[in-house]
């Protein structure tokens, strides 16, 4: 049987010493790195791996597939986990998980790691989607079974076996990155009445800092889907990255927040989403434009729902796979154009239109264009209200 495990690896500090945590155990550890926004460079990657006794180091540029095949349909089912979080790390789980699987595959391997904690999400995300994909693999968690204690041992182990890492005592931060946003923990976050220490935030400038006039974007949708910036149409991967340096300028997609986990832990986390925060918002206020009232509602008591299965690892499932069906039949009215205005840290939405738009001017106007019948008004509210009549008595009746 082969004694060869490919390993999710991101070139962090718990990965890079699961590289060589598993070598002396006696695997052939291959390491697969998949390209996701994360932005550091591969060649410092794949160098860390093989410092750290990787036999290979697998490299794919899934950045793509990332926005067209996961963060796309979960822009249009409006998917925000618990209100806030948009998702940016848990997006990216089931796609690493997938290209871990199938580099197994090729591989010829029986086994996958990773390196997520025992009381994280990700542990959850890359296992539950390893098992749906091939439950014929073995699952190995070296953080779940490892004597280290602290992130502090982890930096003290690496530094000691000669691992290039970036992360240092002074500076504990837990980061993970992708295009669609930025997540740290651990550090100083762990009080959640400490404010967040200026060096926290990565990119986003805070709104004191951020540029003095506002900034403009029109977004363009086609059913559901942007396909344009400020009227040029523009690639996926291309749109996200420009989304994310403008809403960065004027400090648009901080958050820091409480969190549930899949464990059932609360957790503090302060995440980066500028792209995400600026096009949540255009594409919500699309649908208020084009869907009808009854579509729109459910639709929206639905993204809870898909929250949860995105946020919980299931992204591979019969419920995720209907609720996709569902939202793609919404999507085909969700054309149109949208305008935005960044300013200090907000993100407001100032005009909308579309070919499919349900607003009518001479219906909605208080101004002599007005072509309401407001007579009708009576007999419908009577209508209305006449289930209700007389179900409600005061007690002194």
Wanted: with cysteine; hydrophobic share 40%; net charge positive.
């Amino acid at each position: 049987m082969s004694r060869t495990v490919v390993l999710a690896y991101s070139g962090g500090l718990d990965t890079s010493v699961c590289v060589k945590w598993l070598a002396d155990r006696g695997w052939r550890v291959v390491a697969f790195m998949a390209n996701v926004g994360q932005g550091e460079p591969p060649a410092i990657a794949v160098k860390r791996a093989k410092a750290a006794r990787a036999a290979r180091v697998v490299v794919r540029d899934l950045r793509r597939e990332f926005v067209t095949d996961f963060i796309w349909p979960a822009l249009k089912a409006h998917a925000v986990y618990e209100g806030k979080y948009l998702l940016a790390t848990a997006l990216s789980r089931p796609l690493i998980a997938k290209h871990l699987v199938a580099v197994a595959h090729e591989m010829k391997a029986h086994a996958v790691a990773h390196g997520c904690t025992g009381k994280g999400n990700d542990q959850v995300r890359f296992e539950v989607t390893a098992r749906i994909l091939d439950p014929r693999l073995t699952v190995i968690a070296p953080v779940r079974e490892w004597q280290f204690r602290s992130r502090e041992e982890e930096i003290e182990y690496a530094l000691r076996h000669r691992i290039p890492i970036d992360v240092s005592k002074r500076s504990p931060y837990s980061i993970d990155r992708n295009l669609w946003g930025t997540s740290i923990e651990a550090g100083a976050l762990e009080d959640p009445w400490v404010e967040p220490p200026a060096d926290t935030y990565r990119s986003i400038r805070s709104a004191e800092r951020a540029a003095s006039r506002p900034g403009y974007a029109t977004i363009g949708f086609s059913q559901g889907v942007p396909t344009a910036l400020n009227g040029t149409r523009c690639e996926a991967v291309k749109l996200v990255e420009r989304l994310n340096a403008l809403g960065a300028l004027h400090g648009v997609g901080r958050y820091d927040l409480m969190e549930s986990r899949v464990v059932g832990i609360k957790s503090r986390e302060v995440y980066e989403a500028p792209a995400a925060t600026i096009l949540l918002e255009a594409h919500q206020e699309l649908e208020r434009l084009v869907l009808d009232r009854e579509l729109l509602h459910v639709k929206q008591g639905l993204a809870a729902t898909y929250a949860e299965l995105v946020y919980s690892g299931l992204w591979f499932t019969p419920l995720k796979a209907a609720l996709d069906a569902f939202v793609e039949e919404t999507q085909r009215r969700v054309t149109g154009l949208v305008r935005v205005k960044l300013f200090k840290g907000t993100c407001q939405v100032v005009g909308r239109k579309s070919p499919h738009s349900l607003y009518r001017e001479r219906l909605a106007t208080y101004s002599a264009k007005d072509q309401f019948d407001q007579r009708a008004a009576e007999g419908f509210i009577k209508l209305f209200g006449l289930p209700y009549e007389g179900t409600r008595k005061d007690s002194d009746q």
